[in-house]
């Protein structure tokens, strides 16, 4: 049952970067260049209701399916590797196009060549976990 | 009908999206798609190469679950809910593709180098492999990509997850001003 929930969710996540056009190769250019909205509309709404979301959840104290706190995000402190590594990231997602989901989104979408960017990221994550030690984090 | 089929506004796609990441919280699962990577490597046996990919893979199987419902998604809506594949990118970010020798920018969701054929030149190469590898390395790096850091992290106010996003913009801006325009030329 939750997994065809959230098969179900992946779905309208798939759909949604389709017609919102965020798979778009285009969109992220554009983005990059300050040339339109969109992009900025679409990232800001999405967290600023993100944000009023979690702030309602978290003091009426709402639960998840089955009695449990929510699983929220807790980054260790530190700057190094997010500024270093979310600039690698930023090259890759302006060369592409694409973060990590719309890549599989846009090979369901019909762009098959672009598990060859999928196997790119994966060589880049095997070769970021044997380098992990020497990088500063 | 007619509102499903054409491109959906900003303020369609970003609220669908925040709705995405606290169903996904409801039902106990947590929205960040790059780990993704790593689970595939650990299951590919790459731990025999780094304690990085020492991890218990079988508690992100749901994950793949989500994304292999975001390709059937990317697939529903390129079948059967598209009436065109026009991308109404603004008149700037037109003029200055085609002053890069693109011919035609917009008309498609991607531009037409998304080819198999492109991957047999220098172009094609650096873009997919080396694109590719970038967002691979640079997401496991900063632990955390779009929906990771700008989405989930952001909404729960981390200061790590802003310092990322900056970094996102970093990089992306150096890559579209600087380089880009380089390597569309090729």
């Known amino acids: 049952m939750k997994n065809l929930i959230v098969l179900v969710l992946g779905i309208v996540f798939g759909i949604t970067l389709t017609k919102g056009e965020i798979i778009s190769w285009f969109r992220i250019y554009e983005m990059f260049r300050f040339e339109s909205f969109h992009m900025y509309g679409v990232i800001g709404s999405a967290v600023i209701l993100g944000v009023i979301f979690l702030a309602i959840a978290k003091r009426t104290g709402w639960k998840t399916t089955e009695g449990q706190p929510y699983d929220l995000i807790e980054y260790r402190k530190g700057w190094k590797r997010y500024l270093f590594g979310g600039a690698i990231f930023g090259l890759g997602w302006a060369m592409t196009g694409a973060c990590p989901g719309p890549l599989y989104i846009l090979v369901g979408y019909g762009y098959t060549m672009v598990i060859m960017s999928i196997l790119g990221a994966l060589l880049g994550t095997l070769v970021y976990g044997v380098l992990k030690k020497r990088l500063p984090h | 009908m007619e509102y499903i089929l054409s491109p959906w506004p900003w303020y369609v796609a970003g609220p669908l999206i925040t709705i995405v990441m606290a169903l996904?919280?409801?039902?106990?699962?947590?929205?960040?798609?790059?780990?993704?990577?790593?689970?595939?490597?650990?299951?590919?046996?790459?731990?025999?190469?780094?304690?990085?990919?020492?991890?218990?893979?079988?508690?992100?199987?749901?994950?793949?679950?989500?994304?292999?419902g975001s390709m059937i998604g990317g697939y529903i809506a390129s079948n059967y809910?598209?009436?065109?594949?026009?991308?109404?990118?603004?008149?700037?970010?037109?003029?200055?593709?085609?002053?890069?020798?693109?011919?035609?920018?917009?008309?498609?969701?991607?531009?037409?180098?998304?080819?198999?054929?492109?991957?047999?030149?220098?172009?094609?190469?650096?873009?997919?492999?080396?694109?590719g590898f970038f967002v691979g390395?640079?997401?496991?790096?900063?632990?955390?990509?779009?929906s990771g850091h700008a989405i989930s992290g952001l909404s729960n106010l981390q200061l790590p997850s802003l310092i990322a996003v900056i970094g996102f913009f970093i990089g992306g801006l150096i890559m579209t001003w600087l380089i880009l325009p380089h390597i569309l030329t090729l």
Request: with cysteine.
């Open chain 2, 24 to 68: 996904l919280l409801i039902v106990g699962r947590r929205f960040g798609i790059s780990s993704s990577l790593q689970v595939m490597c650990s299951m590919a046996g790459a731990s025999k190469w780094s304690d990085y990919f020492k991890i218990d893979w079988k508690s992100k199987s749901w994950l793949f679950v989500f994304i292999i």
């Open chain 2, 81 to 131: 809910l598209m009436s065109d594949t026009i991308v109404s990118i603004s008149d700037n970010t037109i003029k200055n593709l085609e002053s890069l020798g693109m011919e035609n920018p917009g008309m498609d969701l991607a531009p037409d180098f998304f080819t198999w054929g492109s991957l047999f030149t220098l172009k094609g190469i650096i873009i997919f492999l080396l694109g």
């Open chain 2, 137 to 146: 390395f640079g997401v496991r790096w900063a632990n955390g990509c779009t």
